[in-house]
């Protein structure tokens, strides 16, 4: 969200050895990133054929002749980007002088192979003795990450999601005939989304264990809390129905929404469940506790979450900017506590009612297996 305005959303990083065997490969790619629907703007950040000079050394040459690779390197910078070891001072200011060659003896090609460079021995040693001087094209810039040769194909997203047209980009990418010696990455918001997913994701799975956990001490039971989980699952189908409703997409934010969402529906079951308990305690029988908490509880229930949903709709429906980030959040917090509301009354009594049959014939067959073993014991 806070990148930079010019960043390209879709990124795809070509890596590899060979600088001409991805350019080509790079003209393929953005003709297969423009045919999808929602691009724009698809561009590469490397282009080839700029005119250049080509300066080919000969280095058996160039050693025969008394001078090293480093006093030719430095030569040719001095003489084609120049220097600015000497210093203008006026008062109280300095300037840098640079000093190099004229701009039309570095593009003639004749005046560059008459370069000199003196040798160890004092002698003076013209380019076109140990090197081959030519016009040729190459890249306007050259890339490097990881210290391996790169470019990148960007293109913009217009009128449709990211994630969807980065999953077709991808699945064009892999029908197509890649090159062996090509490496593909990901840049732009698929990396960030597919990292913030990767965390938001391990968050959620940490929050339903923690959940749980919690539930399991504060119950002194392990089969009460899975009673409970189960309004989560009625929530996420709510939340996903009011996103598609809605035209929102799965973002960070809606991503945060479900992690909310968890701690939010648990509640509904937990009254449902405690109060279930509470009357058998009292000694009233389990079919009829479960029917009589479930409509007790029912009008707590309503109120707490038809609150919450209000609450959210002024999220949901704003359109003022940067509205869209919260959108999402705010309608799968809406359609999770409403599914959870409606079906959480449902789920929750029949899981509570099943697992306690379950219960009671485990007890009853325990009862009668114990005076066998008694009585073989005896």
Do not use: C, H
Not at 211 to 226: E, K
């Amino acid at each position: 969200m806070m990148g930079g305005a010019n960043a390209a959303p879709v990124q795809i990083i070509l890596q590899g050895n060979n600088l001409d065997e991805m350019l080509e490969y790079s003209e393929k790619l953005k003709a297969l990133v423009s045919g999808v629907s929602g691009t724009a703007e698809v561009q590469s950040t490397v282009e080839g054929g700029n005119p250049e000079i080509s300066v080919d050394i000969d280095r058996e040459k160039m050693a025969s002749l008394g001078l090293s690779l480093d006093m030719v390197g430095a030569t040719m910078q001095n003489a084609f980007t120049g220097n600015t070891d000497t210093r203008f001072k006026d008062g109280e200011y300095e300037y840098d002088i640079r000093v190099q060659l004229d701009a039309f003896e570095r593009r003639n090609q004749n005046d560059i192979r008459s370069l000199g460079f003196l040798n160890s021995r004092g002698e003076l040693i013209k380019l076109a003795q140990f090197a081959n001087v030519q016009s040729s094209s190459g890249p306007a810039r050259l890339e490097r990450k990881d210290k391996i040769t790169s470019l990148t194909i960007e293109s913009q997203v217009i009128g449709r999601p990211i994630g969807t047209v980065s999953q077709e980009i991808e699945a064009l990418i892999a029908s197509s005939d890649v090159p062996e010696t090509i490496e593909i990455s990901y840049g732009g918001d698929l990396e960030s989304q597919n990292e913030s997913f990767g965390a938001l994701g391990m968050a959620l799975v940490t929050s339903l264990l923690l959940v749980y956990l919690i539930m399991v001490a504060l119950y002194d039971s392990w089969v009460q809390p899975f009673i409970v989980m189960f309004s989560i699952p009625v929530a996420l189908i709510g939340a996903y129905l009011a996103l598609a409703l809605a035209m929102q997409n799965m973002s960070i934010f809606s991503m945060l929404g479900l992690i909310m969402l968890i701690g939010l529906v648990v509640k509904n079951a937990i009254l449902i469940v405690d109060f279930v308990n509470q009357l058998k305690r009292e000694g009233m029988e389990s079919k009829a506790a479960i029917i009589e908490g479930t409509m007790e509880r029912f009008r707590p229930i309503l109120m707490t979450t038809i609150a919450m949903v209000i609450a959210m709709v002024p999220i949901a429906i704003a359109t003022v900017a940067g509205s869209e980030w919260k959108n999402g959040l705010a309608w799968v917090l809406i359609g999770g506590l409403t599914s959870s509301m409606i079906l959480t009354l449902i789920i929750v009594p029949v899981v509570y009612r099943v697992t306690d049959a379950i219960g009671e014939r485990w007890t009853k067959w325990r009862a009668k297996k114990k005076p066998s073993v008694e009585i073989a014991a005896v």
